[in-house]
């Protein structure tokens, strides 16, 4: 198995090279990846279109994955609530080794096979659920046995790998391949294969929640308000929406407490 995110940096000697230098050919190796993810849309799609499905059913969307892609899946499943005002078991991110392992790394956790699944299991993981396993190399043993209990149990699965056919791919029924070649310094998936999986996910949970219906023109109308700065931008939403000013906005959104509300109110009242 040919294995992209181990191949040699095509850069040398990076410690005698100048700061400037450094910067530019990290910012070089960057440009890469939005276009390696362009060519992964297909599947990408397909992806969305499986998980729109399952959530309107009442599924669940869940990432596991350990260190960085780890930490990728729990911070996209982390942002939803606030963002789209979903419950916070509608999207859930598992890292090898547990929650401590968000902060500090977790020596040999990710090499459990079975581990995934029993942390799948606590969620009750049932076929209406749908999991996505992220790994840059694709043989993470957490996350391909995670998967592959899943492929057992009739759970669709899907993985978001950087390299092609690995033994991961066996038990995703949609492998997304972003093959972002050799990284700046020899084998730092956090850079190029991270980016590429940030990408990524954004990409998936953004469409998956603006076909819920979260999201409307472009607005985010199911946003949890819980500082100044959210209730300053929910505020002005409702001022873009409709022909009042920012105190009426103001005391639409303390009285109905968010904005869809506030756009249900308004257009009952006319």
């Not at 060519?39 to 260190?67: C, D, H």
């Not at 080794?97 to 459990?112: M, Q, T, V």
């Not at 699944?117 to 957490?142: F, R």
């Amino acid at each position: 198995m040919k294995r992209f995110t181990e191949q040699d940096s095509i850069y040398k000697n990076l410690e005698t090279m100048k700061i400037h230098d450094l910067l530019k050919n990290i910012n070089h190796e960057d440009q890469k990846v939005a276009k390696i993810v362009k060519q992964a849309i297909p599947k990408i799609e397909k992806l969305v279109t499986t998980i729109v499905s399952k959530l309107k059913l009442n599924g669940r969307l869940f990432y596991i994955g350990s260190g960085t892609s780890g930490r990728l899946g729990i911070l996209d499943a982390s942002e939803c609530p606030p963002t789209f005002g979903v419950s916070h078991d509608k999207v859930i991110g598992l890292i090898a080794g547990g929650d401590s392992a968000i902060r500090k790394a977790i020596e040999n956790a990710e090499d459990d096979n079975y581990q995934a699944w029993s942390d799948l299991k606590k969620y009750n993981i049932c076929k209406e659920d749908i999991v996505i396993g992220i790994t840059a190399s694709g043989t993470t043993p957490y996350v391909v046995g995670g998967l592959k209990k899943c492929f057992e149990n009739n759970i669709y699965t899907a993985a978001i790998i950087c390299n092609e056919k690995m033994p991961i791919s066996k038990y995703s029924n949609n492998t997304i391949n972003l093959i972002v070649g050799p990284e700046f310094v020899t084998g730092s998936t956090r850079m190029k294969a991270g980016t590429a999986q940030k990408m990524t996910l954004n990409m998936i949970s953004t469409s998956v929640m603006i076909k819920l219906g979260h999201i409307l023109d472009n607005k985010m109308i199911d946003m949890h308000i819980n500082n100044v700065k959210l209730e300053e931008r929910a505020i002005n939403i409702i001022m873009n929406m409709f022909p009042i000013d920012k105190k009426t906005a103001k005391i639409l959104l303390e009285k109905y407490g968010n904005i869809r509300s506030v756009i249900k109110y308004y257009n009952d009242s006319k």
